[in-house]
């Protein structure tokens, strides 16, 4: 006999308490689930799996009583055990690993909001829990990466370490060549090694710098609710926008509690409780936006009535939370990434540009992170109309309409992208130039992948290219279904040997950034990428965060010569003139649509900050 101490007998009494649930004897469940979370915490401790399982059981049984006050005891203390389990098992692991045990838990972040929007949508304790977990849990592995990395980076004493990151960027490189270079990447040339070779490589470098950045990850202080909010300006709003399904605690079982995909949204400001909202299904608001992006990319479609009807749903429900707010700090969810909240238009016929100054974030938590003292950086590097040569005749496509000075042609593939010169960028360096004379100015044959792998914190980076993300389209090999790899930036013989002239995204993330306050990426597509719900957006927008840089300016669509050359200089004469990164990139912004011809937010609204918008010397 086992005794009463044998875990399979808590599980046993986990089920038999759902049965008494599901059959209507809500005082029978409750007792035996009260059994059974007594002998997890026995035999396997206060934050085991079962332990959680158990709570979670408590938790929805009182939800679906009606008892919310009970409810919320027990969804706060599951949540305070998941945050402790998702600290343990973070720690270690490979960026895939970390996005697994992050996806298995997405079920627990439905059920907190579900109570707060559907259960409790009046009571301030379940709001403020449903905004927590999200400060908690949204771009999680994002921070994860970014910790390794610059835990390396602040021991560059350590040669283990550096040797490490050193071994780890290599790597990276040998898998960008095989995307860019061959064919068919899962066959490699004698005496190579394989993409899944080299992935596991990869992977295991991974491992072993997560392990090594545990110390400084330890010195990270706690997310709570209160260490954000007094991160928070007091003029500024915190919008945390979330996908999540609706969980209804009466369902018999699992598969029929989660409904439909719906985006919420939580206002998070610095002296008031947090406001949460259900703004509507995905599939809906979805549509919406599909529709207000093709009339933000086509200057010759009325884009108004779009942007007011993603305006309604979107944010006219959070209206009132907002009163007093000058600055909005966006963070996004879903397709809600890809779109630019500034071209949004309010019942009064308003621009958000108009109201509100905007800079947008992985989470609120990116909050704390701007808190961390960063290396001094070192001269502006500006890199522009790189010479991409021409291909052999044999592999040569057809070069791309000259209006889309930084895209490329529809439909490519790794193996057989097209990279039209660039001209008109050279001015924009050379005007950004005489704005920071100090910076090092890389044109032509000299804008190369070697020397911007070689940068060391840059105070601004500049790159003035195309850049491009392909989509997945399906039947590719595994090198082509990394998002990291099927994004990039062309640099000096990208349409000659792609190996050595493209910076793939997965490349970028290995960069030394650690201390540059901007990169500008004055390419098209650059803020654009293959979306994963509460972990934003895998490309260029991804990798430079990694890479360690503060402050990213980058676009949402392909953007013609003169209104990319327009805005960057005008954009960067109000950063000389020691306006704020996101405050110039407004400024600018609306200085363009004084110019009659350029109203339509195709010419303005394209460019996008994101995190840090203080000065170049950190001042708000």
């Known amino acids: 006999m086992a005794g009463a101490d044998y875990a399979g007998l808590a599980g046993l009494l986990s089920n038999l308490a759902n049965v008494y649930r599901a059959t209507g004897n809500d005082a029978l469940a409750l007792e035996t689930h009260y059994r059974a979370l007594h002998l997890w915490e026995k035999v396997a401790g206060p934050y085991a799996r079962g332990t959680l399982v158990s709570v979670g059981n408590i938790a929805r049984t009182y939800a679906s009583q009606g008892d919310i006050a009970n409810a919320l005891v027990f969804q706060r203390r599951a949540d305070a ?8 098992d973070l720690a270690a692991g490979s960026e895939r690993q970390k996005l697994a045990q992050v996806r298995s838990v997405s079920e627990r972040t439905d059920r907190t909001i579900s109570l707060h929007l559907y259960e409790a949508p009046g009571d301030q304790g379940a709001a403020a829990l449903a905004a927590l977990v999200l400060l908690q849990r949204k771009g999680r592995v994002l921070d994860a990466m ?52 080299l992935e596991a490589r990869k992977e295991q470098f991974e491992a072993t710098l997560s392990a090594h950045s545990a110390e400084f990850r330890a010195q990270m202080q706690p997310v709570t609710l209160e260490v954000v909010q007094a991160a928070i300006p007091d003029d500024a709003a915190l919008l945390e926008f979330a996908v999540f399904r609706r969980f209804d605690p009466t369902a018999e079982r699992n598969a029929e509690a989660y409904g439909a995909a719906h985006y919420a949204a939580y206002v998070v400001r610095k002296h008031a409780a947090p406001v949460g909202v259900d703004l509507g299904t995905v599939a809906d608001i979805d549509r919406l936006i599909g529709r207000f992006r093709n009339a933000l990319r086509d200057p010759r479609i009325d884009v108004t009535a779009h942007a007011r009807a993603l305006d309604e749903r979107v944010m006219r429900p959070l209206q009132t939370s907002l009163d007093g707010a000058t600055r909005l700090l966006i963070s996004p969810d879903g397709e809600l990434n890809l779109m630019p909240f500034e071209a949004l238009v309010d019942a009064h016929g308003r621009y958000l540009l108009d109201r509100y100054a905007t800079s947008y974030l992985t989470s609120g938590r990116d909050l704390l992170r701007m808190q961390v003292p960063r290396a001094i950086p070192g001269r502006p590097v500006i890199v522009a109309d790189p010479l991409f040569g021409e291909p052999a005749p044999s592999g040569a496509l057809p070069a791309p309409p000259a209006i889309a000075r930084r895209s490329v042609t529809s439909g490519a593939v790794l193996s057989g992208l097209y990279f039209a010169p660039l001209p008109g960028s050279a001015a ?17 044959r000299h804008a190369t992948k070697a020397v911007v792998e070689q940068v060391k914190a840059p105070r601004i980076l500049h790159i003035a290219s195309h850049g491009f993300f392909l989509n997945d389209e ?53 803020g654009v990428g293959e979306i994963r719900n509460q972990e934003g957006v895998y490309g260029l927008r991804r990798a430079f965060v990694l890479a360690g840089a503060e402050t990213l300016v980058m676009s949402l669509w392909p953007v013609s010569d003169y209104v990319a050359r327009d805005a960057m200089v005008g954009y960067y004469t109000r950063l000389r003139a020691g306006l704020g990164r996101g405050d110039a990139l407004r400024r600018a912004k609306l200085a363009i649509r004084k110019h009659p011809a350029r109203r339509h937010p195709y010419y303005w609204a394209g460019f996008i900050q994101s995190g840090e918008w203080a000065d170049l010397d950190g001042r708000r």
């Open 81 to 88: 055990i998941l945050e402790t389990q998702m600290s343990l």
């Open 146 to 197: 970014a910790d390794i990395f610059a835990a390396v980076r602040q021991r560059v004493a350590d040669p283990e370490d550096r040797l490490l990151m050193d071994r780890f960027n290599e790597t990276t490189a040998q898998l960008a060549r095989l995307a860019l270079n061959r064919a068919d990447p899962e066959s490699p040339h004698h005496g190579e090694p394989s993409f899944a070779e």
């Open 428 to 444: 924009e360096a050379r005007t950004i130039k005489a704005l920071f004379p100090e910076a090092t100015l890389l044109l032509g």
């Open 474 to 526: 399906g039947g590719r090999p595994a090198a082509a279904q990394n998002p990291l790899l099927r994004s990039g930036l062309a640099l000096a013989g990208g349409n000659v040997a792609q190996g050595d002239g493209i910076l793939t995204a997965l490349e970028a993330s290995g960069l030394d950034l650690w201390g540059t306050k901007l990169v500008t990426l004055s390419a098209c597509d650059t």
